[in-house]
């Protein structure tokens, strides 16, 4: 998810720079036609990673403030953002209406691309999901934690999910194209820097906004939990603040641009993480509620040496042969998918579908 906001990050960055000058959306591209990426795109992710970075040094209990900020912009934004579709548009487009046509070729029936979308949906919070005991320690309480989970998942997901379908269908009135991801909208929105500046101010507010938003997820949510990782892995060498740098700076390696440009890539993105994250998520499930009986021993969290959680060396070999079980059986999907074989096994699709249920 870190490559993910970041890249998107970068590409609000590049709608930022187009706002405040036109002609920095018809800056010659110099990377060759099989790079899913322009050079303003990345420019602008080197613009964001960079102004992201100071952030690394603010405590993870120190970003309430700055979260509320940018999330009280970044949703008034949005909705400001349906308004005005909506009152350009004189209504919602036909893709509102419209209903999901299956190709006359597909093998998959209505039930089975519905399955597809719940495992798409699910891969996106896998993530969160599995980083959750990174972020309830700094809860007051379990209430707390618990009134924040749903709130965050279930009722902004469901509103943020609400705003973006009516705002792209309404653009979709507008301009006859669906525009599924924010930057290309903002772009197409000022003409790639040539409409009015009223136009590019408008869409410089909405981009500033979803950028911060991006950043701050970014950081909290990934790099901050990949440091508490690195330093349990690590307690010696790496604290979490360092752990954090080295996540982030990782994201130069997996080449993000490759991954989020391309919308049927993207989703398969999505669909892996429910494939490898779902069985570390049932391993822990399992060790927590049905051996350990929701009971934790403290004072065997500290030391090394008679200790219910240093297993071998401080790994526990047994969930390995787990976490694999858990996702052999999907694993032969997510390739033919993201292969795009034309005629894939039909088992192994399906099984794919039902990722996160399986793992």
Same mark, same amino acid.
């Given at each position: ?89 004189? $209504?919602? $487009? ?69 705003? $973006? ?55 909290? $949510? ?138």
């Amino acid at each position: 998810m870190l490559r993910l906001l970041g890249w998107n990050g970068g590409r609000l960055v590049a709608v930022c720079l187009t706002a405040i000058w036109p002609s920095y959306a018809r800056m010659k591209n110099t990377f060759g036609s099989n790079m899913p990426t322009t050079t303003p795109e990345f420019v602008g992710f080197v613009v964001f990673w960079f102004l992201s970075t100071p952030f690394l040094w603010l405590r993870p209990e120190k970003f309430k403030i700055p979260f509320l900020i940018v999330c009280t912009w970044c949703g008034a934004g949005m909705i400001c953002w349906m308004i005005w579709a909506l009152s350009v548009a004189d $209504g919602v $487009g036909p893709l509102w209406t419209s209903s999901q046509r299956i190709p006359a070729g597909s093998p998959f029936g209505t039930s089975w691309l519905i399955m597809a979308g719940i495992n798409q949906g699910i891969g996106g919070l896998a993530a969160g999901i599995t980083n959750g005991s990174d972020f309830s320690r700094y809860s007051k309480g379990r209430r707390h934690y618990i009134i924040g989970t749903i709130a965050s998942c279930v009722v902004t997901g469901i509103l943020v999910s609400l705003i $973006g379908l009516v705002t792209a269908a309404a653009a979709q009135k507008i301009y006859g194209e669906v525009y599924w991801n924010p930057p290309d909208l903002l772009l197409r929105m000022m003409e790639n820097g040539n409409a009015s500046s009223k136009a590019r101010a408008g869409v410089f507010f909405l981009a500033v906004g979803f950028a911060f938003t991006a950043m701050f997820e970014n950081i909290c $949510g990934n790099t901050v939990a990949g440091g508490i990782d690195l330093a349990g892995l690590f307690p010696r060498y790496i604290n979490i603040r360092r752990g954090a740098i080295i996540t982030f700076v990782a994201a130069w390696i997996v080449q993000p641009w490759q991954l989020i440009n391309r919308a049927t890539t993207f989703i398969a993105v999505l669909s892996s993480f429910s494939v490898f994250l779902a069985p570390i998520i049932g391993i822990m499930t399992c060790d927590y509620y049905l051996l350990r009986k929701r009971r934790i021993r403290l004072s065997h969290l500290y030391r090394i040496h008679d200790s219910s959680y240093y297993f071998s060396k401080g790994v526990n070999w047994r969930a390995v042969p787990a976490w694999i079980c858990g996702f052999a059986p999907t694993i032969g999907g997510l390739i033919v998918t993201v292969r795009q074989d034309v005629n894939p096994p039909r088992v192994l699709v399906r099984l794919y579908y039902m990722a996160f249920l399986i793992g």
